[in-house]
């Protein structure tokens, strides 16, 4: 099983840019689809983006769409998270989590493992 790891978050003025960066350890990593997801204090925790095992296929929320970039390098065992042109109501806690199906979907319910989150504020 793969453990997880995020870094990267921090407290950043609107339109500022961060990149998360989730650690995964375990030789299996290749073997997972990975997603990020947020959570704001007193709501549930909402879909950000996702990635195929070997990034070709990507996904994200209409929210974050053309903002946010996923990408993966396995060489590494690292997913990322680029982040443009950041919102105040971006502030969250980001987790990254990984699934063993194969598209990887939306809902937190379908991934199995997930990291211990980092928090990004964005200040207006």
């Known amino acids: 099983q793969v453990q997880l790891v995020e870094s990267g978050g921090g407290l950043v003025q609107a339109g500022d840019s961060l990149r998360l960066s989730c650690a995964a350890s375990?030789?299996?990593?290749?073997?997972?689809?990975m997603g990020w997801f947020r959570q704001a204090p007193r709501k549930e925790r909402e879909f950000v983006a996702a990635?195929?095992?070997?990034?070709?296929?990507?996904y994200y929320a209409e929210s974050v769409k053309g903002r946010f970039t996923i990408s993966r390098d396995n060489a590494k065992n690292t997913v990322y998270l680029q982040m443009n042109s950041l919102k105040p109501e971006d502030t969250a806690v980001y987790y990254c989590?990984?699934?063993?199906?194969?598209?990887?979907?939306?809902?937190?319910?379908?991934?199995?493992?997930w990291g211990q989150g980092t928090q990004v504020t964005v200040a207006s």
């Open positions: 989590a990984a699934t063993e199906f194969i598209r990887p979907g939306t809902d937190p319910g379908s991934y199995g493992t």
């Open positions: 375990g030789r299996t990593f290749l073997r997972y689809a």
């Open positions: 990635t195929s095992w070997r990034g070709e296929n990507t």
